[in-house]
């Protein structure tokens, strides 16, 4: 069963627009939230990450939105440059350990 | 660093063969975890270690597979014998033990079986 929930599972989104990608979860235990950025044959690396005790963080043209009650989190884009096109993996944790739950992934084509 | 070793970067076998992935964690990491990745289920937790120990397995897809950590350097991802559908790009990550801790990636191992 995936515990986190992600959409849409592809993008394609115009130079200078706007990408938004968007996770659900039902385990209310988890209380850490990392967005994850794999590009073409790399292995993911940490892009921005959450806690929920905060309903935004923003790192330059990426922000990501949580919202506790609804169980939902998203990543923005500003923006959207060529080379953001990569795939995009959301996933969350407990705060009882160091296991990630990962989303299925989101592959981003940003068009010139 | 050198950060997270992972050999080989590619392999091609027979199915009914014997396949062994290696992976060496950053000097210093205490979390080691194994991770399939394909089209269709994205990224899977397969195993992972603390301090060499195993926590958590449930995500290993069958006895087929085993993983060992016989060291803090090193980890191995078996699969005997191999099977068309083990056909996957497979990761190893490594990072502290501990809560929110950044899991730092390999590069991966694209294992094809014909």
């Known amino acids: 069963q995936q515990q986190v929930k992600q959409s849409p599972q592809s993008l394609i989104v115009q130079k200078g627009g706007i990408s938004i990608i968007n996770c659900a979860y039902e385990?209310?235990?988890?209380?850490?939230f990392p967005w994850y950025q794999q590009f073409p044959g790399k292995g993911p690396a940490l892009l921005i990450a959450?806690?929920?005790?905060?309903s935004e963080k923003k790192e330059g043209r990426f922000t990501i939105s949580f919202n506790k009650s609804a169980k939902q989190f998203s990543l923005h884009i500003m923006d959207s440059q060529p080379g953001d096109s990569a795939t995009y993996f959301c996933?969350?944790?407990?705060?009882?350990?160091?296991?990630?739950?990962f989303g299925t992934g989101t592959s981003l084509t940003v068009i010139p | 660093d050198a950060g997270v070793i992972q050999s080989p970067r590619h392999e091609v076998t027979e199915m009914g063969q014997e396949v062994t992935l290696r992976c060496k964690p950053i000097?210093?990491?205490?979390?080691l975890f194994w991770y399939r990745q394909t089209m269709m289920r994205g990224l899977e937790l397969l195993i992972y270690?603390?301090?060499?120990?195993?926590?958590?397995d449930s995500g290993m897809p069958e006895d087929r597979f085993s993983a060992k950590m016989p060291n803090a350097s090193f980890s191995t991802l078996k699969i005997q014998p191999s099977e068309p559908r083990d056909s996957a790009v497979y990761f190893c990550?490594?990072?502290?033990?501990?809560?929110?801790?950044?899991?730092?990636f390999g590069p991966g191992t694209r294992l094809t079986v014909l």
């Open positions: 959450i806690r929920p005790d905060v």
């Open positions: 270690f603390n301090n060499n120990v195993p926590i958590d």
């Open positions: 990550a490594s990072s502290l033990v501990g809560y929110r801790n950044e899991q730092f």
């Open positions: 000097s210093g990491h205490n979390s």
């Open positions: 996933a969350a944790s407990t705060y009882t350990g160091n296991q990630f739950y």
């Open positions: 385990n209310t235990a988890f209380d850490y």
